[in-house]
């Protein structure tokens, strides 16, 4: 369910999915309680969402006449995907073999490299290694993780980084100098 909602204190408009307790105008931070906000639509399509929004503001600008004339959103959507070049055109156009380009992020999506090294063991991408380290490792320490890593095909500073972000992210926590998954 989606339902185009406005704001009392700075008539902003947007978006919001399903039925939340509050919601917040994320123009000037407003929070309400969702019942109390003014709904002008409640529809199951998005994009009829969209649309009638983006209609309400076309008049209060005055251009309703030329919103009026616009296709509808899932046909703009359909001419965007066919205007220009495709990826493989644009890769060939910049010299770029483009079959060679996909086999290389498939490669990076899957953690093995080209370099010489053996890559991740089996079918464990780099993070699922860095992820395992943790998980097995009495005493894992940056060290230690970047240690284990290593002896599964994983370069130290894409470890180092990893670390940080999972940390970052909250997944995992730094204490004293120990890692341990959440």
Known sequence: ??????????QALWIVEGRPDTSECPRCGTQRQYEKRRKFVST?????AREVRSSILANRQ??????????SFAELDEQVDAA???DEEY???SGLDADAVAEAGE???SGSGSGGGSGASGSRNRQQVVRDALGELDDPTEDAVV??????????DYTRRALAKLVRAGEATENRGVYRLV
């Not at 369910?1 to 700075?10: D, I, L, N, R």
């Not at 199951?44 to 009829?48: C, L, S, T």
């Open 84 to 86: 220009g070049p495709t």
């Open 91 to 93: 890769l060939e156009g």
């Open 62 to 71: 005055g251009h309703g006449d030329a919103f009026a004339e616009l296709d």
């Open 44 to 48: 199951d399509d998005e994009d009829h």
């Open 107 to 109: 490669r990076a999506e």
């Open 1 to 10: 369910m989606y339902a185009v909602v406005g704001c009392s204190e700075c």
């Open 147 to 156: 240690a284990y890593a290593d002896e599964h095909g994983v370069p130290a």
